[in-house]
Nanobody, 127 residues
Framework: QLQLVESGGGLAQPGGSLRLSCTAS????????VGWFRQVPGKQREGVSC????????YYSDSVKGRFTISRDNAKNTVYLQMNSLKPEDTAVYYC????????????????????WGQGTQVTVSS
C-alpha cells in the first residue's frame, strides 16, 4: 500500500523560503499524478500545485504562481515543493497526494479528489 510522508514544514519569515518533500513508499507506478494541497482551519482545501509525470503537465494555483515550484525525483520517489517569497497567507497545513490520471492536471488539482494522502506538515509564515 502506498504511503506518503511529508517533511520540511516549519516557521519562515515573510519573504523567506521553505522546501517541502513528499516521499512515497510502496509506490504504485500507475500513480503518476502528485499534488500539493493546503488547508487552513475553517477554509476550503486549496490545490496548490500538481504534476503528471507521464505527460509532463503542471499546474499552479494563481495564489502561488511564480513563487512555488513543484519538482519530482523518481529515483528517490520524492516530490518537492519549493516555496519562495513566502507570505503570511501561505500559512497552512500542506498535504501531498497521489493518484492515477483521471482528468487534466488542472482539473485534478482543482477538485483534489486524490486516492492517497499524506499526514500533512505545518507551514507558518510570520515575523
Amino acid at each position: 500500500q502506498l504511503q506518503l510522508v511529508e517533511s520540511g514544514g516549519g516557521l519562515a519569515q515573510p519573504g523567506g523560503s521553505l522546501r517541502l518533500s513528499c516521499t512515497a513508499s510502496g509506490l504504485n507506478s500507475d500513480y503518476d499524478v502528485v499534488g500539493w494541497f493546503r488547508q487552513v482551519p475553517g477554509k476550503q482545501r486549496e490545490g496548490v500545485s500538481c504534476v503528471i509525470s507521464s505527460t509532463d503537465s503542471w499546474y499552479y494555483s494563481d495564489s502561488v504562481k511564480g513563487r512555488f515550484t513543484i519538482s519530482r525525483d523518481n529515483a528517490k520517489n520524492t516530490v518537492y515543493l519549493q516555496m519562495n517569497s513566502l507570505k503570511p497567507e501561505d500559512t497552512a497545513v500542506y498535504y501531498c497526494a497521489a493518484d492515477q490520471t483521471w482528468h487534466t492536471v488542472e482539473k485534478m488539482c482543482e477538485l483534489g479528489d486524490f486516492h492517497e494522502w499524506g499526514q500533512g506538515t505545518q507551514v507558518t509564515v510570520s515575523s
